[in-house]
């Protein structure tokens, strides 16, 4: 499993929650439509858990960019955003992988400027295969008799 699966499962979820929405990856370009979401693997860890066990802990900054006011109706972004918050639990507690389903942990959203940014971990535990070593290459025995 790779970094980019994990992105390419929470865009997947997204879309087939949101397929009217534009959805921007890591790299979001100028031009784009609101409302739409940009979403960001922020900073990945790859922690040794003791022998072979390793967890890896995926956490993402998914932005939700809200429509503008239309002049003369109210703003309404703000309720808008929290709407949208309230389908993200949903839609990103557990995403599907190759190998089966990945769940969310440390939900939590915040508006920052005008901006719903949604955090979510995926926290995945893995085991490495062990290396196969040969026990035992060659063994040599030698035995004498001892006169007294």
Not at 37 to 51: E, N, Q, S
Not at 97 to 118: A, P, Q, W
Not at 132 to 140: A, C, D, G, K, N
């Amino acid at each position: 499993m790779t970094n980019n699966d994990v992105v390419n499962a929470v865009l997947a979820a997204l879309e087939g929650k949101f397929p009217e929405l534009a959805i921007y990856g890591e790299s979001m370009g100028q031009g784009q439509t609101a409302p739409c979401f940009f979403v960001r693997l922020v900073a990945p860890t790859y922690d040794r858990m003791g022998g072979r066990r390793y967890k890896r802990t995926y956490p993402f900054d998914v932005q939700y960019f809200p429509n503008e006011p239309k002049e003369g109706e109210a703003d309404t972004r703000v309720a808008e955003m929290h709407a949208v918050a309230e389908q993200l639990y949903d839609c990103l507690d557990y995403v599907a992988l190759d190998d089966g389903l990945i769940r969310g942990s440390k939900l939590r959203y915040e508006i920052i400027d005008g901006v719903l940014h949604f955090f979510i971990n995926y926290d995945i535990h893995m085991v490495r295969q062990a290396e196969e070593v040969p026990l035992m290459s060659r063994l040599e025995q030698r035995g004498d008799i001892k006169d007294e």
